[in-house]
Structures are given as C-alpha cells and as structure tokens.
C-alpha cells in the first residue's frame, strides 16, 4: 500500500528525530528554505496521567517544560525561588530592584512605560520555538530593531576618533573591495580562476556591486551617506567624501560592521510589546497554581520511586515527592544544593564555568532618534563599554532606555573591580564619545552584571566540567533526574535554546513513562 | 561685537539656505555625523495675517502648505476633489473603493484591522520632515520592515529556478568576492596598489569579511544560512552549501540584494501604526474646516490683487479669491484645467510625463511567517510582477496583506493592457513560484494602477516638459502661483519631497508677503 506525503515524513520524523524529518522534507521539495522548526512533541496526549513530576527552577527552561508536561496530562510542581517567573528573562521598570549575592541593592527609577529587558532582548526569526509559544500564549511581538544603517562605530585610533556611521563604513568597504577586485581581474590576476565570460559577468556586477564609476573606481555613492540631502526647489544631494581603506583598516570596524550578519541576529528580530517578561508571564498565567514562587530548592535526592525534593516554603522547610525531576536551574546554583546526582554529573556541574555578561542601561531624552536618525539599532566602540544599544520600543516618545555597555565584565581589564559608581562613569563615558554633549543627558542608571545576580551568579554557561564529554554526560538523564535549560543545548544564552532542551527532557520523560505503562 | 555660534548659524541660514547652514555645523563640528534636517520655515510667526492663500489638493503638499500657513496666521483655505485628504497617501481597508478613469470600481473586502498603503509606504529615518511631523501631529509610528534575511530572490535562469534565501545570496556573494580578493593579493595581482602592510591588514580583513578558512576559501558560514538549525541536546547546526559564484553571477540578483542599501531604503524604516495615512488624517483634524472637499478645481485665473480659483462644490460652480495660490495637484490633473499660468510653464506642465506605478494587494494566512520565517520586507523575481512585499504591520496575526507586484505598468511588456483577472493570475502566479503550494491561499485582491487613479492619473512626475530646464521654471513662482508637491523636488514619489517644497512655497510666499508690507 502506498504511503502518503504526510504518512511518510510523519514516519521518518519519529524513526530519526527532527534532522532526518527536515532532510528528507528538502529532498522532496517540500520545504526548500525553512530555516528552522521546532522539534516537535512526540508524546500523545494523555501520556502523563498519574504521573508525577517536580521542575526546578521557573526560568524558559523550566517554564517550557512545565507548560508541556501539563499539556499531556502530567501532575507537575514547579519550585521557583524568585517571587516572580522568568529567570534571566527580567524586564526592569521603575520600582524594580536588582539585588546582588554581596547585598547590593539597585531600585529602578525610570517613567512608567520605560523598560530595559535586563537578560534576553531577542527573537530572531529563525528562533521558531520561541516564536510558536508567543503565538500559542497570545504574547503580541514587535520588531527588535538590530540593524540601523544611521548608528555608529567609533576607533580611539582611526578617522580622528571620531565616530563613522555604519552607512559609510559598510559601503565604503563593499566599494572599496569591489575597486580592488575589480582592478585585479581586469590587470589579468585571476584568469586562472574565472572563465572569460565570468571575468566580464564579475566586472558588470562589481559595477553595481562597488557601486565603482565608468573608470572602475569607488567614489562614493548615497548608499554610503550624503552631505546635504536631496531636497525641494534647487537642494540637490551632496554625496559624502569616501572614507579610504586605509582608514577602515585602521579602524577594523568588522565585528560591528558584520554584527548583523550571523545567523542568530539577522533581521527580521521581534521582541515582545512591553517588555520580554511578557513570555514568562504568560507561562505563568497558563500554569497558575502549579507555580510555587518563594521556594529554593536545598535537597535533590532519589529514592526507590523517583524524586524527594526538599525546598523552604515562606522560610520554613518542606518536601515534595515526584517520579521525575527536570531540574532547570543554573549550574551555578545547583552546584551548592545537596544532591544525588551520579559522580559523572557532579564533576561536570562542579567543574564548570560561568559568562559575565552584564548591561548598564540609563533613562534619558531621545537625543539619538531627534539628533541622528538613530531608531533603535547598535552602536560599537573599539575600547570600553561596548555596544550601546538603543531602544525599538516607543519610537519617537519623549524618553527611552538605552544601554550603554553589553558585555562580558572580564572584556574589560579591571572593569568588574570598579565600584557602580565607576561604572557609571565608564558607561556615560562612551555616549559622550558617540553623541558628544549628550552625555550628561543620561540619568538613573541601572547595572545588571549577572555573575553578581541573586539566584543566577553567571549570565550563561562558558565551560562544563570535562569539556565537550561532560555536556554530552549532562544531555542524559540521571536516574529519574533530567536537566533542562539553555545549558542543555547547542543555543546557550537563547531562549530558544531552552525551550528546545525543555521539549526534549518531556519527551524522553514521556517515552520511559509509556515504556514503563506497556512494562506494567 | 562677537556673534554667538547660534546667532552665526541663523544668519547663515538666512544667507545661503539649508545648505550653507548644515555645512557650516558640520565645519563647527556641532553635528557631524546627522543625516538629514528640515529646512527651517524662516518666516516670523503671524507674518501671514491679513493674507489669504488659496491651496489646491489635499495630498501631502497640499496640507504641509496649509498646516504651516496656519501656523503663521494666514486665511487659507484648502479645496480637495475627493472626500478624503492624503492623495496618494491612502490606505486601503475594507470597503475602500478604488475608482479607475474609466469607471472601473474595485471594492476592498478585507477582514477588519487589515490593511495596504497603496500609495506611500516607508518613512525613511532620514526623512527628518516627515518625522518630525508625525511627532508634532502626535502620529505614532511602527517599523517598516525593508529588510529581511529571510526573504527571497528569484531567477529562472538560476539555481534551476529555485527561490534563494537573502541571507545565502548576500553572504555567499560577499564570501567569494573576499576569496577572490584575497587569492589576488596574495598572488601579488595588488602589490602596485596596497602597502605590505596594508595588504597583510586586508587578508586578515577579508578572513573576517568572507568569511574564510584558514587556506583563504570561502566554504559557507552561518551567516549564509543553515540546513539544520542549532537545538538541543545533540542537534548540532549543519551549514548550508554555498552557491558557487558562476550560479550567483546566472541569477544576478544584485538589485535584490543591494535594495537596502540605498539611501532611501536603507533601515531603520518606519510607518504609522493602523496604515499611512494616519499622516493626512492627523493634519486634516489640525486644519478643521480650512479643507473642503469634494471640490475639484475647474479654473486658475490671475487677478490684480492675486487668483481667482474656480472650483465646484456639491456639483455647482463657486469661486474663490485669494492673495496667493499654492498648486499641489499632480501635473496630469493640472494640465486639463483651464488656467492663466505662464507660457513657460505651461509647456513644462503640458510636455510631463508620469509613472505608472502599481501594486496588486492580497489578503491570505501568514504562510511568510509560519512556514518560512520570513516577518517583513521584500522578495524579488527576475521576471514578471515583482518585488513581493510582506507586511510590517500585525506580525503573527493570522491573516495579513502581502503585495505581489509592485512596478510601473510598463517594466512588463503587456502587461498594461492585461484584464484585471489577468493581473491577479499574474500576481498569484508569482507567490506561487517563490512559496509553491501557497498561490491558492491569497483572496481578494485588489490591483491599484496609479496611472489610471481618478484625481491622480499618474503614480509620479517622470519627465518634465522641456527636461531639467523645465524643472528650474516651475520651482520658481508665476506671480501669485507657487507649485508644490514632491514634482517640485529632487525627492520625487517620497511624501518628504512634497513636505519640503511645501514649506519651501510658505517660505516663499512669506518673503513677498514681508516685502510687500515694508513697502506699504
């Protein structure tokens, strides 16, 4: 009997996993160009009832697996030690208070409407997971605006230091490149590498390419930015003088330049209307009671049918028992709870390391949107606090927040010993160097450096312990004990990732509880 | 006595224009790196007082015109053909009519919230007029999403006619433009043209740029795009394989690619929140009862005191006198009424030629967003109705407009004279080449052939009678009759040319206004 379309790519999906179903779906034409899909539950509806499971930790790992385990009919607790949902994923507003592990306390203080996502910001569109759960839980999206051709790259040590709009240093490198290129199959250098008719087809697009002028140079073009703008009446446009590639090469403004490029950053980008929150928030409200907000966890152990957690309970200790665990917390934190976890997997959650990531994010007028074109978009500085990342939400409202300084405190020599108060000034330092004269326009900062965060201490995985081998320990279960979060997957420091090792852990849940029901 | 750097400015503005003002800020170093400024309106506030002016149509020029009359104390009064401001600033929705010349009537059947710009629909960052506008008349605005790296390019003669990805031909194209350019600097092809240590700086660029391996070859990168997607657990991201450059150079997609680029194109690109012509609408409620409409202009008359414009109200003839007139109808409706404007400008009018843009618009499932990540921006085919362009507005909502076709009449042979039944085939053909399987889920189109738009009869100026000459007479005025509209730019078919002129016109007529009162 014949096998329809469907039947067959339903078959291979669940014999080979989400690769062979993509593969075999490009080989029948059938999807030619999808980036990315999720993988997709393979537990039937149902497949959960009477079984009970305890997820630790309320960020998108825990969340996500949660929400999907609900789905299919399991009793589940979730143990989150904040009194709110999201983890990392934590949008700051006026009244929010950043607490550090040495007792350092920031209280926002900004205009009600201004927020700053103090973790993730991003949903790139390839991040189809993410994206499907925004769609299932009614989470309105806009455009994260990751690309602005009207924002900056500044070098100490090119252009005088002053500040090149990306406009100019983009196309006055493809024109300069194209020039070059142009020159050297013309002068006869790559007859060896190109057909005649590719040599001239190369020339004709180098032309467009450049954009390069009848005689095979680059001088400029309004794609690179103009002098005067066209306008009415007599005002014709002024192109802008190029830039050399001598001066590109000294500035070396490719990471910014190429920023927009990688694949987890191309436009189109979303974010949620209102702030990131919005995510965890919707979680929560589909999960309700199964949340326990105010509960860390200080025991993991098995016993002979799963799972006892103990964990404090408005201070007071209490314990739940569970057939499964997914245990979604940073390695960080579970490295100090007592636990039994097998030896292979304490060494890899002792041994491993944590990134720094950190942003200072200040409340001030929209100098950037009035006084440079500048919507939404990133600028880069060759030294110090680097980038500064201006806001897509509230276009055009009178203020905004805006981060001056996204990255990792080690980057930095001495940054991470500075006091807040240096930080500061190291952060307002920088916008003073891009937008000068509007530094002192920046007020109530705000510095999240997450090594330092309650409940988090590291902004995302660096190293497991055992390298590569101790990822692929931790990827397996552990007894009834599975890990969840984006420390489980090939995306850390996504959403997306998380997500994914969520939907994973439910599913290999799901298959040994049914393996277990056909058994019993 | 010394001048202060504001007092210099103005004086410098006054002197030699916009211009003169912005090179001299960019000389002072006070604004060295913004795009675009609104040439400010010199005129004193109240200079119009006493004085009527006359504004014929109510597209963009036409309400600037009247909006800052207004604001200086002018008696204006507005006279607009259609029963709706904007002109070619219109949007589409359910129950618009589009009324063709020759009585062709098209009805938009659309779900409620869904809409299509069909005239203008980008607001460029650096169209600093129009911005500023939309922050005065308190317009909020949303991105236009003018690029996507998930969009399609589309060749027949390439790839065997398979759509690619953006982001594969873009980064694709600029990896094998870097190898090429590398191998010949290493071959020594450059030597005459590069510094040693210029030519080391720009094969570690070119490493980066590409990017390449370590034996300088362009072997595909993430950026280009990837077969399998990054996940969890095991699920390891698989690159795509590049495109060779001889297949990029078959499918010449570089007008698709370099799209964004362009000054006017390039992001961050906005547009209001509900449809453009949120713009129209916000200046009409600011201007009351100055518009009316539903009055076509049936004469132009000079006077000795001014004009005298004849027009029709509810069907019947009326005429109104004023001191001055400023013209922002399209020249195709100008030249058919009868007028006293100058011999020269009269065979400028009468020799000018429009465009004949169109866009055929769609109403259908998401099936860009679900199926293809595609949130935003343009796809481009090589042949037939082209470029394809999804919505920025509503993202993820279940139904959107996505218009597929958006040319001059004239760039497909034939295709001018086609039935609208044609077009639609035509149109529905081209989303089926680029998203197979999907050309059936599109309804209810409709086609907007601006050439043949009653009051319009023309998408914008293409040739002026008597060439650039032409262009210089009717910028100037012809006694009391001052142009407007984007036709009296260098900004031609962009709403910021029509504003600017207008305020060019105020201007204008303010300086005689001024003079003439001094002298009596």
Same mark, same amino acid.
């Given at each position: 009997m014949a096998i329809s379309r469907r039947d067959f790519l339903t078959r291979v999906g669940q014999a080979g996993g989400y690769g062979a179903a993509f593969a075999s779906m490009q080989m029948l034409g059938i999807m030619p160009i999808k980036g990315a899909l999720a993988e997709p539950i393979q537990a039937e509806a149902g497949t959960g009832k009477g079984t009970k499971v305890v997820v630790l930790g309320g960020g998108i790992g825990g969340l996500v697996s949660a929400y999907e385990l609900k789905k299919l009919g399991y009793e589940v607790t979730l143990l989150e030690a904040r009194e709110r949902p999201g983890g990392r994923n934590w949008s700051g507003r006026n009244g929010t208070v950043v607490e550090f592990t040495d007792g350092t306390k920031q209280t926002i203080q900004w205009e009600e409407g201004n927020y700053q996502n103090l973790g993730p910001a991003r949903l790139p569109s390839t991040h189809w997971t993410m994206l499907g759960y925004c769609r299932e839980l009614g989470v309105p999206l806009e455009v994260e605006i990751n690309t602005s051709r009207s924002s900056l790259l500044q070098n100490d040590a090119a252009n005088g230091g002053k500040p090149v709009v990306q406009r100019q240093a983009i196309n006055d490198t493809r024109g300069h490149v194209s020039e070059l290129l142009s020159k050297a199959i013309a002068g006869g250098g790559l007859d060896g590498d190109l057909t005649k008719e590719d040599r001239q087809r190369m020339i004709e697009f180098l032309n467009y390419y450049g954009p390069l002028d009848k005689t095979g140079k680059y001088i400029g073009a309004d794609r690179a930015g103009l002098k005067v703008a066209p306008g009415a009446g007599r005002q014709v446009e002024v192109p802008d003088t190029p830039l050399s590639m001598h001066t590109l090469l000294d500035a070396s403004f490719w990471g910014g330049m190429l920023y927009e490029e990688n694949w987890d950053w191309q436009a189109t980008m979303m974010q949620p209307v209102g702030g990131m929150d919005r995510i965890p928030y919707a979680f929560a409200k589909a999960l309700g009671p199964i949340i326990q907000y105010g509960c860390p966890v200080t025991e993991i152990r098995k016993t002979s049918t799963g799972v006892k957690i103990g964990y404090l309970k408005g201070g007071k200790p209490a314990a739940i028992e569970a057939a499964y665990c997914v245990c979604a917390m940073p390695f960080s934190i579970l490295k100090k709870i007592p636990n039994d976890l097998s030896a292979p997997f304490k060494a890899v959650i002792e041994g491993s390391g944590m990134g720094l990531s950190s942003k200072t994010a200040w409340e001030s007028k929209r100098f950037w949107e009035t006084d440079y074109n500048i919507y939404g978009g990133l600028s880069f500085l060759a030294a110090g606090p680097s980038p500064v990342w201006y806001p897509s939400a509230r276009l055009m409202h009178p203020t905004g927040i805006v981060v001056a300084g996204y990255m990792d405190e080690r980057q930095i020599p001495g940054y991470q010993a500075l006091s807040l108060e240096n930080k500061f000034a190291a952060s307002r330092a920088q916008i003073e160097k891009l937008?000068?004269?509007? #530094?002192?326009?920046?007020?109530n900062p705000v510095f999240c #450096?997450? #090594?330092?965060v309650k409940w988090n201490e590291g902004s995302w995985i660096e190293t497991y312990g055992g390298g590569p081998d101790g990822y692929n320990t931790v990827i397996e279960p552990d007894g009834p004990i599975y890990l969840a979060g984006d420390t489980i997957s090939h995306i850390v420091g996504w959403q997306e990732g998380a997500a994914l090792s969520a939907r994973r852990a439910v599913d290999m849940i799901s298959a040994k509880v049914k393996l277990a029901k056909a058994a019993g």
């Open positions: 937008h000068p004269g509007h #530094g002192k326009e920046l007020r #450096g997450w #090594g330092r």
